[in-house]
């Protein structure tokens, strides 16, 4: 189950970096704009969360604040969606990964 659990989290990351890239490339701009936006929203989410969140993140953060700082990462990715106009899977997301997150800390996994 923890193996099944740690799967879908790793895939809502992905899904995470998905909806930045969509929102960005959806924007009502230019070609550079988008493309810049497209880009540059996931990498920004991409190395906060390898800078705070991942097993060899260079910050060690005490667990509250990890668990603050991956909260605040999916929030963002479920606004990005739904203003790219994808409020559903965007509420989807962030639901998602908090069910999962609460089950894994609940079995003893760390933050």
Known sequence: MKALLLGLIFLLELALLAAAGLWGFTL??????????????PLVIAVV????????????????AKLGVQAACFLSGGVLLALAGHPLPGAALVLLWAVDKAVLVRSGNPI
């Open 28 to 41: 009502d701009a230019g070609w550079p704009v988008r493309l810049l936006a497209g880009l540059g929203a």
């Open 49 to 64: 969360w390898g800078v705070f969140c991942s097993p060899r993140a260079t910050v060690a953060l005490p667990a509250p």
